[in-house]
């Protein structure tokens, strides 16, 4: 998932913060799911998949919030979190936990690494204040990059 263009006015940018919106929404909804179905007592696992439903929650609040500045929808949490159990109890095979949730961390990094660039290689006029949302989408990003350390550690003390 990347954005190839300058975010060009506060339809796309709307859009394109859904976008955010859902993949937050998939985070938190998958690793609720994997807390919920581990077949494993870790305590280190379950506390990392908790912080990760919870960033993200609070992602998504902030991602929502900078939506409504923009007056777009979002779509409701418990769509995304129906779809993704279904999806769970059709698949059960995963690569794992771990590497599920590095794809999960790593994925946001990227969206909101490549949204940044975009919004910063725009010159249209938009109704939100640009370094404000240039802020909340560093922020974002930065604890999407530190999930991703977590998880890589997390991983290498496993081997």
Do not use: W
Not at 27 to 35: F, I, K, L, T, Y
């Amino acid at each position: 998932m990347s954005v190839q263009q300058p975010v060009s006015n506060d339809h796309q940018l709307a859009r394109l913060l859904q976008i955010g919106v859902v993949l937050e929404e998939v985070v938190e909804a998958r690793a609720g799911e994997h807390a919920r179905t581990m077949e494993v007592d870790d305590p280190e696992l379950e506390a990392l998949l908790a912080e990760a439903a919870e960033e993200s929650a609070g992602h998504r609040e902030q991602l929502e919030d900078l939506i409504d500045d923009l007056e777009a929808d979002t779509i409701p949490f418990e769509e995304i979190k129906g779809l993704v159990k279904a999806q769970y109890e059709s698949e059960a095979d995963f690569d794992g936990v771990l590497y599920d949730q590095l794809c999960n961390e790593e994925t946001a990094y990227k969206f909101y690494d490549d949204l940044i660039a975009a919004i910063e290689d725009s010159d249209a006029a938009l109704s939100v204040d640009r370094e404000q949302l240039i802020e909340t989408l560093s922020s974002i990003r930065e604890e999407e990059a530190e999930g991703v350390e977590e998880v890589t550690e997390l991983m290498e003390k496993r081997e």
